[in-house]
Structure formats: C-alpha cells, structure tokens
C-alpha cells in the first residue's frame, strides 16, 4: 500500500536551517506530483510547495519564497524541503502529499506528520 515516512524535524532557533525527507512507497514514484503542507495549531493545513513530476516547475507559498526549496530524487522515491532562516511562524506540523491523477480519478495520500518547532 501507499506509504510516505517523513523525517528531520525538530527544534530550531530562529534563523536555522532544517531538512525534511520524505521516503514514498507503494506507487511509481516519478509519475506522482509530491507536495508539502503544514498546519499550526488552530490553522488549516496550507500548502507550502510543490514539484512536478520530473521535478521542474516547482511553487511555493508567498510566505516561504526565498527560504524554502523543494526537490526529488526519483531514484531514491524521496521529496526534500530544504528551510532555511526559519522563523517562529513556520513552527507547524509539516506533511508530505503525493497527489496522482488514476483513470481520471484524483487520490490523495498523506505522511504521518513531522513536528518542526522554531524557538529561542
């Protein structure tokens, strides 16, 4: 079945960097558009970036534009988020997507969530 690990969360002073890894499985990974979100504690969960399937083209939120850059590594099936000068306001859970387009039917699946918590 489907499955996405995230990984490389954690605490982080403001102005820090951190690397976010996906591990995907159970899909051919490099015909599958691969997205990241977050969500603070009483926010909706917003999209942060994302990567087409050869890995060019990719968007990012306004507010992480500048300091945030997504990729791919189809040999590997894993999606990074490179953050760099976060600032308390990233502090979120942050989750990998794979979003796949099946006989004209849209799926969606989701990791587990890692915690990235940017504090002095």
């Known amino acids: 079945q489907v499955q996405l690990v995230e990984s490389g969360g954690g605490l982080v002073q403001p102005g820090g960097s951190l690397r976010l890894s996906c591990v995907a499985s159970?899909?051919?990974?490099?015909?599958?558009?691969m997205n990241w979100y977050r969500q603070a504690p009483g926010n909706q969960r917003e999209l942060v970036a994302g990567i087409s399937r050869g890995g060019s083209s990719p968007n990012y939120a306004d507010s992480v534009k500048g300091r945030f850059t997504i990729s791919r590594d189809n040999a590997k099936n894993t999606v990074y988020l490179q953050m760099n000068s976060l600032k308390p306001d990233d502090t979120a859970v942050y989750y990998c997507n794979a979003y796949m387009v099946v006989n004209t039917f849209a799926y969606e699946y989701w990791g587990q969530g890692t915690q990235v918590t940017v504090s002095s």
């Open positions: 159970g899909f051919t990974f490099s015909n599958v558009v």
